[in-house]
């Protein structure tokens, strides 16, 4: 009875789901399929009353006050925490009048599916100046799974142009990874602006379930009432406390990632592959064969992503190890070698 | 910027909060302001994956299943598990249109703010029988804090007796230790009925977030798709998981807690308390002076829940070992001396 059921592996990580659809793969799955973190940040000491105890706004509040410093939001009151981006979309899609919904494509299917949801027509352009006149514009940024970067000028500059009423959501989900400066959570009083951050991607944690909202006081103070007092559990107030101000081992993350994925390009490009975008926690290739690759790779225990609406991208995660690696190196020097059989 | 700025220990459970209205209080603070029960459930051994990766949909079935069978839903497409009741209370509000939102009072403050904000008029009877012209009708079954419980038939007979498109929502936050055969669970397909349960409270682990909407397929249908499919992260699926299928810690823990509901009576009572409802959970008390005896006990370092709403109410949760209930005591038995000093 799932979402899930008419596409299996249609959202990336679920292991379950794949080996349904190749039951003959030899184990461990790899699974490239997300575009997650394979490194993740150490998980602290969670003391017991973390899970028996009501989280306190003292601790939520400590949260939020470290995620503004992380993120660059102006304070701690323009920070909602929320148990993952997900579960804010379809608060941020009804923070406007059904109307519509106008989006950056290509984009997150999730994006397309709850604004149709919250009552929005959806309509997908390709240009960022026919943003113009959405009652709901919504912007990946860096975009997944292309990792196209729209400038920080060019979105306060569409922000500003909003008719009244008016909001622009911007799923900042990947900018961890993303170029310095390229972020609008400075930016979230100059405009209807919404920027969301995820927490499980580049801290490798998606199990933990923690994201944010950052926005105007107003805007910030209608979502959190919304998710009512708590929304986050004891254990993620805590990890994310921890992890976000680790600010060395983001940057020592950084780097590790960006190595990881020049890697992954050129373990990628030596199959024959395109690639064509991504960021440092996925890349992108584009191949007219991308259908057949999938099943090759699946057959021989590794997941990508393959993408229903487009049916030559797959996109590749990061290894977590150098079994892993090797293992996909493996698996694509099969698809090879019996591309030059047949 | 909270929502608690007004109220500071409105809600229970903030012993920040207390901190700051009792500051030379003893510590460490003895917390009886909230209805969880203090003997929580053993948390299971938590694997890294649980927090690495997304939540798969097998395990979140899998949840869902032993959840039905729990509360007697009638199938895991009937439950929606969510990262605590709260945040389902908009989603359900959402259900209907903006309406009439009609509750047997008295009713936890959470569910009128929550109507109102999803733009119904808000009104408390005090009668089930007047929920008959409700487009959302809300039961909190047992009541909290009175413990008043609604017979089953009751309410049956209210959900058929609704307007077409009208929806009765009945928490059963703290149904576990409800009569049995009270809960409305097993009902769900009779009607047009939501039924929430609260894992957190009797399970004693609150910092988890984690609770569930039981109902008819379409109406569960659409909660889950407002909560995405990432809504309750992996360690607490893998912990309601456990504790839900471990019937003899279930059937042990309600002896256990009305045992100790029993005990908190008898001290209550010897302190010249009128214990006027409540269950095992919780028990509340009316007395004249419920605010002098709310700061009496701060100021030795014990929370109870007072009510904005009702100056002569005091409700009690229980103390979770030894020293607690001698604490509680001492408490007491100091205000009647300076009662009698007075």
Known sequence: MSRLDAAPVEHGGDLGAA??????????????????????????????????????????????????????????????????????????????????????????????????????????????????????????????????????????????????????????????????????????????????RSFGKFYGLAGVRLGFALAAREIAERLRASLGPWAVGGPAIAIGTAALQDRSWAEATRARLAQAAARLDRVLVGAGLDVIGGTSLFRLVRTPTATDLFHHLGRAGVLARPFSGEGTWLRFGLPASEPHWQRLEAALAGVNASARQG
Do not use: K, W
Request: hydrophobic share 45%.
């Open 19 to 196: 080996r349904r659809l190749f039951p003959g793969a030899p184990e461990p799955f790899i699974d490239l399929s997300t575009g997650i973190n394979p490194y993740p940040y150490p998980i602290p000491q969670l003391p017991p009353d973390l899970f028996t105890r009501l989280p306190e706004r003292a601790s939520i509040d400590a949260l939020a006050a470290i995620a503004a410093e992380a993120y660059g939001a102006p304070s701690a009151a323009h920070v909602v925490p929320a148990p993952g981006t997900q579960i804010l979309l379809p608060l941020v899609a009804g923070l406007v009048r059904p109307g519509r919904a106008v989006m950056l494509g290509p984009i997150y299917a999730e994006h397309r599916l709850v604004a149709a949801c919250s009552g929005h027509r959806v309509e997908e352009v390709s240009d960022v100046a026919r943003l113009r006149n959405a009652d709901l514009a919504v912007v990946v940024n860096p975009n997944n799974p292309d990792g196209r970067i729209v400038p920080r000028d060019t979105l306060l500059a569409c922000a500003q142009g909003l008719p009244a009423g008016s909001l622009l959501a911007v799923d900042e989900a990947f900018m961890d990874v993303g170029p310095p400066g390229a972020s609008l959570a400075g930016d979230i009083e100059r405009g209807s602006i919404v920027v969301l």
